[in-house]
């Protein structure tokens, strides 16, 4: 069955609003088990792809997940890493920056930990909360800014976004940013869950609720982020999650894309090489 990706790319044309794009969205499979064996499939795939990705060591591949609380970053990386091969793969979820962090430029914590060649690096949270949360709550910047200039700085890092991914983009690294979709009512039932479940309470924190009540400022403020960022050679992709299940499919879908994107192949062994296999061959049938 063809899939479709296109639909949750965001355009580079600066429109975008969020509305259009539906968290429910389930297309072209009605249930879970309509899109299991695709999502077999891909996984499969995907793993065949990474193993040709280290052997080829010539490119890294980045993925970065930006969600609301409760969107399920952590169940779609899982999914991911369950695809991947686990020996090339890197994940870091970044919290609030620590005292030595914001010492540093806003960017220094996530590009020391930028993947190498043939390695894949998952980002769970980014240097993309630097420009997100500060249009909702200014305060986190610390002073380090003047009143009234917080959107100046914004436009500031994006520059130095758009410019710093296009220059690891041109060293061989493939960027795609991800963003999970959730209703704020879906979200309002994954919390109800994990306060009842004992087993989970312990995700749960009051800040999620104090961010809640900030939705619509969040949303604008993941928009203006996303118009400002996405571009042909890292793009940004809307992925519904508020079936967690097609959220897995379109996340596999994506890093399949991203990887066969490079034209993979096994490596090409020199003369020098194959005559070291034919000896090492007839050593073991000795």
């Not at 193993?51 to 490119?59: D, P, V």
């Not at 993925?63 to 695809?83: W, Y």
């Not at 420009?131 to 009234?148: K, T």
């Not at 919390?191 to 312990?202: A, M, Q, S, V």
Request: charged fraction near 30%; aromatic fraction near 10%; include cysteine.
């Amino acid at each position: 069955m063809h899939f479709d990706l296109h639909r949750f790319r965001v355009p580079t044309s600066k429109k975008l609003s969020l509305s259009r794009f539906d968290p429910a969205d389930t297309a072209p499979f009605d249930t879970r088990d309509d899109a299991r064996k695709l999502l077999a499939k891909s996984v499969r795939h995907l793993y065949a792809l990474t193993e040709l990705l280290a052997a080829q060591s010539r490119y890294s591949v980045l993925f970065i997940f930006q969600a609301m609380d409760g969107a399920g970053k952590d169940s779609a990386v899982k999914h991911v890493m369950r695809g991947l091969d686990p020996k090339v793969t890197q994940v870091f979820a970044f919290k609030a920056p620590s005292a030595e962090e914001l010492k540093h430029d806003f960017m220094w914590r996530c590009m020391k930990s930028l993947p190498e060649r043939g390695r894949i690096g998952i980002f769970n949270r980014s240097y993309y909360e630097d420009v997100l949360v500060p249009q909702v709550n200014p305060d986190v910047l610390n002073g380090h800014v003047e009143e009234g200039k917080v959107e100046e700085l914004m436009q500031q890092r994006f520059d130095d976004i758009r410019r710093i991914e296009r220059y690891l983009t041109r060293n061989g690294t493939v960027i795609r940013k991800i963003f999970l979709n959730v209703s704020k009512a879906e979200q309002r039932r994954r919390f109800i869950l994990r306060l009842d479940d004992p087993e989970k309470r312990w995700k749960f924190s009051v800040n999620d609720l104090n961010t809640r009540l900030k939705w619509k400022h969040f949303m604008a403020a993941y928009e203006t982020v996303m118009r400002a960022t996405t571009t042909e050679y890292a793009p940004w992709y809307v992925v519904p999650a508020d079936n967690k299940w097609f959220t897995h499919l379109v996340v596999a879908r994506i890093a399949i894309d991203a990887l066969e994107s490079l034209h993979l192949d096994a490596p090409q062994l020199s003369r020098k090489d194959l005559r070291m296999l034919q000896q090492a061959r007839r050593r073991l049938r000795a």
